[in-house]
């Protein structure tokens, strides 16, 4: 009886089928994403850009409150924001800062889905606005 009950069990871990393993977007993965911060396609008058993230979000969360934030560094008059160690999935980064050339705070966002590992870089478009 036990030899049968031994099998029944074998049997029956052997033909169950399993998921896969699908991370969460967020960190822990070896993908990262640069970030460009554009007005009118150009950024060598934006000041003070700071770039978020939202992890699993394809639009501004409705709270507020991003996963992830960094300050623009500027090299070459071009502000940029990188995130490094990031899982495959969707995200949805927003940035705001100064436009010195129409004298107005910028703001804007746009979903990304990462789908390879893999070093990435995205213009975000920004635009006049209240924040």
Do not use: W
Request: glycine residues 8%; charged residues 20%.
């Amino acid at each position: 009886m036990k030899r049968i009950l031994l099998l029944i069990f074998t049997i029956s871990l052997i033909s169950c089928e399993h998921d896969d393993f699908t991370p969460l977007p967020g960190k822990g993965g070896k993908a990262s994403m640069t970030i460009l911060p554009q007005h009118h396609t150009k950024s060598n008058l934006l000041d003070s850009m700071v770039v978020y993230v939202k992890y699993g979000a394809t639009d501004i969360p409705t709270d507020g409150i991003y996963d992830d934030s960094a300050v623009c560094n500027v090299v070459d008059s071009t502000p940029y924001a990188t995130f490094n160690n990031l899982q495959n999935g969707q995200y949805y980064f927003y940035s705001k800062g100064y436009d010195h050339y129409v004298l107005q705070r910028v703001k804007g966002g746009t979903g990304f889905r990462i789908k390879e590992q893999i070093a990435d870089t995205i213009t975000l478009a920004v635009t006049e606005g209240d924040h």
